[in-house]
């Protein structure tokens, strides 16, 4: 793999691979400068479709790549099809779940046995919906044979909402009071998508769940963010059974 992505750091199965990908390398320039795998933000469409091409070549395996939507629909990975959902899995070799993100939380999943694997773009809607659930529903096996890994996303430092967004989630789940905290604007919050993202994984029974804490919005050089710049491109979060 390219030294520069990264790779999940979790204790998956030897044959579950992960690649993240960066804006580093790759031939994008102007607001996309860089890695940018985004068809749909404005950048030259030769471009993205050489970095596609070199991300596939360097990983060896084909990623299936996704209409997102803010939807908690979750789908079986086809590279032949580009579907409308925001989360996908595979039990098939060589196949890699793929989602995009500039802020929102890419979580990749796989099961113990190392026969299974999800990926799922999970911004608040999605996440205050149920797109993790529905991504943990679609693994067939129960919450605690799994694992997930949390990926770079909007840190709780960057991350500001407001009051009807922190209302949503503790309608849904009193607990996730905590995951907000007052803003220096008045009426304002912070939000921790990775703390609201742990807690629905363990509603779903998942309680294996690794990463977090690496801030999209607090890195320039190293990731896209719509939050930090508006125009940009987008990062990719894969994986697949080697």
Not at 13 to 29: D, E, F, K, L, Y
Not at 192 to 197: S, T
Request: glycine share 10%.
């Amino acid at each position: 793999m390219s030294p520069l992505w990264i790779s999940a750091e979790w204790p998956a199965p030897a044959n579950v691979r992960t690649c993240i990908t960066t804006r580093r390398g790759g031939c994008s320039q102007g607001p996309w400068k860089g890695f940018n795998l985004g068809t749909h933000v404005g950048d030259e469409p030769t471009h993205v479709a050489a970095n596609r091409a070199e991300l596939q070549r360097v990983l060896g395996c084909t990623p299936a790549w996704l209409n997102q939507t803010h939807s908690t629909l979750a789908c079986k990975a086809n590279p032949d099809q580009v579907a409308d959902a925001d989360a996908s899995w595979t039990n098939e070799r060589q196949i890699a779940c793929t989602i995009m993100t500039a802020d929102c939380l890419p979580v990749l999943l796989c099961n113990k046995d190392g026969t299974r694997v999800a990926a799922a773009h999970a911004g608040w809607r999605g996440l205050l919906e149920g797109i993790l659930e529905q991504t943990v529903s679609s693994m067939g096996s129960p919450g605690y044979s799994l694992m997930a890994w949390l990926g770079p996303a909007i840190g709780p430092q960057e991350f500001e909402v407001g009051p009807e967004v922190r209302d949503a989630f503790i309608a849904h789940d009193a607990q996730a009071q905590a995951a907000f905290v007052p803003s220096s604007r008045e009426g304002r919050y912070l939000a921790d998508i990775y703390q609201l993202a742990r807690q629905r994984l363990a509603e779903a029974g998942v309680t294996a769940v690794y990463g977090g804490g690496l801030c999209t919005v607090s890195e320039p050089a190293r990731y896209f963010s719509y939050r930090r710049d508006g125009k940009t491109g987008r990062f990719a979060s894969l994986i697949w059974l080697s």
